[in-house]
């Protein structure tokens, strides 16, 4: 049974950086399409970022260009490089997976169902 961990997260002032891990254990992440999902209070789930065991990576609008995914998978660990944050970022960061690829489709998609394994969710806020 693969589960997630996520950290990282934190307050920050706008402009700010961060990096966001989540730790993979039960499972190697290579037959699994991974990625990050966020969620502020009163706002509707946005998919962030996702990446495919091959590399590619799909990324929401509100973030291109600030923010970058990646995995190491001798570590088993997926990452989320945060740049330039803004307000509008401060939400609950969790990472999740699904067997298989094509994150650039669960990206626009991103319902619980649709996505076998969660993390606990990290928070992060930026300030203005």
């Known amino acids: 049974q693969m589960k997630l961990m996520e950290s990282g997260g934190g307050s920050v002032q706008a402009g700010g950086s961060l990096r966001l891990s989540c730790e993979v254990s039960g499972d190697t992440m290579s037959s699994y399409c991974m990625g990050w999902i966020r969620q502020a209070p009163g706002k509707e789930r946005e998919g962030v970022a996702f990446?495919?065991?091959?590399?590619?990576?799909a990324y929401a609008d509100s973030v291109k260009g600030r923010f970058t995914i990646s995995q190491d998978n001798a570590k088993n660990t997926l990452y989320l490089q945060m740049n330039s944050l803004k307000p509008d970022d401060t939400a609950m960061y969790y990472c999740v997976a699904r067997p298989g690829r094509y994150g650039g489709f669960w990206l626009r998609y991103p319902r619980p169902t649709h996505f076998g394994y969660w993390g606990q969710g990290t928070q992060v806020t930026v300030s203005s």
């Open positions: 990446i495919d065991s091959d590399g590619s990576t």
